[in-house]
């Protein structure tokens, strides 16, 4: 029943992630964050009036913690195809768990920041500047753990049938898109950009996973079939 819902949480974390963003970009104007101390009175609205921006970053939040249980609920299922894959589902299991790590750290910050506005000296706003490039880069190294994380998922689909075609393929093509995106990020945005592009086009990939698998009834368990226990697709010509 957890796994089942683990899958569930697969549909409904780019949900979040995707409103959680849209909503952030929605409540937050322009700020010119390279004047410093000159941004201080936008910076000060913008922790204190924008409801938008609040709601946006907390609905990220829960959108990272619903990953991680999506994430869970796949090791299960690969870790029971056999000790063959179970190094290769630890892998995605780590990787997965690093981005919400990874990327918590940026939003967490602006949380914070944000319920305790009024309170917060100028100074410490100046800091929070600092503290989110930091961060940034922190969610620069989370894109190339779910280049990690997509890599394995392909590795599983092709090896040992994890996944069906229609999803290791997708997998394993953002698997590379992802890693180049994110390794050329810090050098030009040119060709980091993939790694922004490459992310939605993940959670579009988890979120089609999660409901290929939450629907679905394992053969194994309904039927008497000679098929390949191991093979968790359970849809035949997918191997």
Not at 184 to 201: K, N, Y
Not at 217 to 237: C, E, F, H, N
Request: hydrophobic share 60%.
């Amino acid at each position: 029943m957890l796994e089942r819902l683990g899958y569930v949480a697969g549909v409904a974390f780019p949900v979040a992630l995707f409103g959680g963003i849209a909503m952030e970009e929605a409540g937050q104007p322009f700020i010119d964050f390279q004047h410093g101390v000159a941004a201080l009175p936008e910076l000060h609205d913008l922790f204190t009036t924008s409801t938008a921006n609040r709601v946006g970053t907390s609905l990220t939040l829960v959108g990272l913690v619903l990953m991680v249980w999506f994430a869970g609920a796949m090791y299960a299922r690969f870790a029971r195809i056999g000790p063959g894959a179970r190094t290769a589902a630890m892998g995605w299991l780590l990787a997965a768990v690093a981005f919400p790590v990874l990327a918590a750290g940026t939003v967490g910050t602006s949380l914070v920041t944000q319920y305790d506005a009024e309170r917060v000296d100028p100074a410490v706003l100046v800091a929070w500047l600092a503290a989110r490039e930091l961060f940034f880069g922190m969610l620069v190294a989370g894109f190339l753990a779910i280049s990690a994380m997509l890599a394995m998922a392909a590795y599983l689909g092709f090896a040992h049938r994890a996944l069906p075609r229609w999803l290791a393929w997708p997998a394993a093509v953002l698997a590379v898109t992802m890693g180049v995106g994110a390794i050329a990020a810090p050098i030009t945005w040119d060709v980091g950009f993939l790694a922004w592009v490459s992310f939605q086009a993940f959670l579009l990939w988890s979120l089609a996973a999660g409901i290929r698998f939450a629907t679905l009834v394992d053969k194994a368990t309904t039927t008497s079939s000679t098929r390949d226990i191991t093979d968790l697709t359970a849809v035949p010509g997918t191997a």
